[in-house]
């Protein structure tokens, strides 16, 4: 039982390239999240998810976008990378009602 | 949307001491959770708590959901407590927002 697993753990981009953030839990988890980390500050949420084929838009959403097909994946994609993107990333799943949230290792990105 | 105060921001220990870190949020919620952020990023679990009183070895919890705070507690601190404590609240599993934390650091 891996729990939630995000790749890659480290991703140097160039401005303007684009990349996909990859996430998979294996909890058969209902809901799904992602947020950035800036230093000196608490995680954000960037958009989640309540099921397979359902997506949402949190804080920060511009410059990225999401989709889940399945329920164990939920992939985050920068379409044109950006210096202010620069941050850690968490991959998040829970389920409704009990328990709370269970978070990815990160991943660290940064866009030159 | 809702806010979420840590206090305090720093907090440096000798090992064996005991602290007490707060989190204030402005509005009802059906979740809150503490985390342990490792000096290496990892986020852990501690508690899942958005009412009354948890203890895990040398960490317990509480949270009074009315008066909107929680309190963690660390008894005999050891320099593996060090790291950034977050307190998350929200009214759903899948929508957290987060304080911006306590560094802690507990020195040998």
């Known amino acids: 039982n891996a729990g939630v697993t995000q790749t890659p753990k480290f991703q140097v981009l160039k401005t303007g390239q684009s990349m996909t953030l990859q996430c998979a839990q294996d909890m058969n988890h209902e809901y799904m999240s992602w947020y950035r980390q800036d230093p000196g500050m608490g995680l954000r949420l960037i958009h989640y998810s309540v099921g397979a084929g359902i997506t949402d838009q949190g804080e920060v959403p511009n410059g990225y976008n999401v989709s889940r097909s399945t329920t164990e994946d939920f992939p985050l994609r920068l379409l044109s990378a950006a210096p202010s993107q620069t941050s850690v990333y968490f991959c998040?799943?829970?389920?409704?009602?009990?328990?709370?949230?269970?978070f990815g290792q990160g991943t660290r990105l940064t866009v030159v | 949307g809702i806010q979420v105060e840590q206090s305090p921001p720093d907090l440096i220990l000798q090992e064996g001491a005991n602290s007490t870190l707060r989190c204030n949020f402005s509005?009802?919620?059906?979740?809150l959770q503490w985390f342990h952020q490792n000096p290496w990023g990892q986020l852990i679990n501690l508690f899942y708590?958005?009412?009354g009183t948890k203890q895990n070895g040398r960490l317990s919890a509480t949270t009074v959901a009315t008066e909107r705070y929680s309190l963690l507690y660390i008894s005999s601190s050891q320099t593996t407590d060090s790291g950034v404590y977050f307190c998350a609240v929200g009214g759903s599993n899948y929508k957290l927002t987060f304080g911006k934390g306590t560094l802690l650091t507990v020195n040998p």
């Open positions: 998040a799943s829970s389920r409704p009602g009990w328990g709370g949230a269970f």
């Open positions: 708590i958005p009412s």
């Open positions: 509005d009802s919620v059906n979740n």
